[in-house]
């Protein structure tokens, strides 16, 4: 079965610093997708950012970016100039190609400080 | 835009009772998902449905049913509620071409029993 581990419960930032949310996850499948999910106080989840493991470039999302290292099953996002905005739940999440299930980690609270 | 629209936000039922919860999407998805929400344990899948009247269980079904009759509503029902169902509730939809596509989500329904 596959896991995701979030490590980091909370974390904070300061406004226009840059953050690193940290993911390891583990599975025996060679071919899958990653997420990072925001859930904002509002609590609908929205999609910020995804990977697919065959591609070996890191994908980007204008201030959000991933740090891919599929040896080491690592999966960390970073947030550059932190926005008020981006204060939130982010989780995690592994997809297996073969399916359709999400396994998400415990999440990560990210606190702004103006 | 794709919506994920959950009928309830918030319930209180007490013990014992027969709780549905209903999720209705827009977006003729194939896929939908019924997952519970707890601090520190992230999302769980509770149960997962990929076409009218299929179902699969996803890692935390007991105690919990779904129904799915038409294509865009995905039910979820606590036949006897008990305390330790207290929690939030996601439901999710998504199409089946292919493991890497976006999830959406509804709001959420935080349901209490008491």
């Known amino acids: 079965a596959q896991t995701v581990t979030q490590s980091q419960p909370e974390m904070s930032v300061q406004e226009a610093e840059t953050v690193t949310l940290s993911c390891t996850y583990d599975?025996?499948?060679?071919?899958?997708?990653l997420f990072w999910y925001k859930q904002p106080p509002s609590r609908q989840m929205i999609l910020v950012i995804r990977?697919?493991?065959?591609?070996?470039q890191n994908a980007t999302e204008n201030r959000f970016s991933v740090n891919f290292q599929k040896a080491a099953k690592s999966f960390s996002l970073k947030i550059s100039d932190s926005q008020l905005g981006d204060a939130a739940m982010y989780f995690c999440?592994?997809?297996?190609?073969?399916?359709?299930?999400?396994?998400f980690g415990g999440g990560t609270r990210l606190m702004v400080k103006p | 835009d794709v919506k994920v629209t959950q009928s309830s936000r918030y319930l209180v039922k007490r013990t014992g009772e027969k709780v549905f919860l209903e999720c209705v999407q827009d977006?003729?998805?194939?896929?939908m998902f019924w997952y519970r929400q707890d601090p520190g344990l992230g999302l769980r899948l509770i149960y997962f449905?990929?076409?009218?009247?299929?179902?699969e269980k996803g890692d935390i079904p007991e105690g919990y049913s779904v129904s799915r009759e038409k294509k865009e509503r995905f039910s979820l029902i606590l036949e006897s509620a008990s305390t330790n169902q207290t929690s939030m509730y996601l439901c999710?939809?998504?199409?089946?071409?292919?493991?890497?596509?976006?999830?959406?989500f509804g709001e959420g329904s935080w349901l209490t029993v008491v």
């Open positions: 999710a939809s998504s199409f089946s071409d292919s493991s890497g596509n976006t999830i959406y």
């Open positions: 599975t025996s499948e060679s071919d899958y997708y």
């Open positions: 990977q697919e493991a065959y591609k070996q």
């Open positions: 999440a592994y997809n297996r190609r073969a399916g359709n299930m999400l396994t």
């Open positions: 977006m003729d998805h194939e896929n």
């Open positions: 449905s990929y076409d009218v009247k299929m179902k």
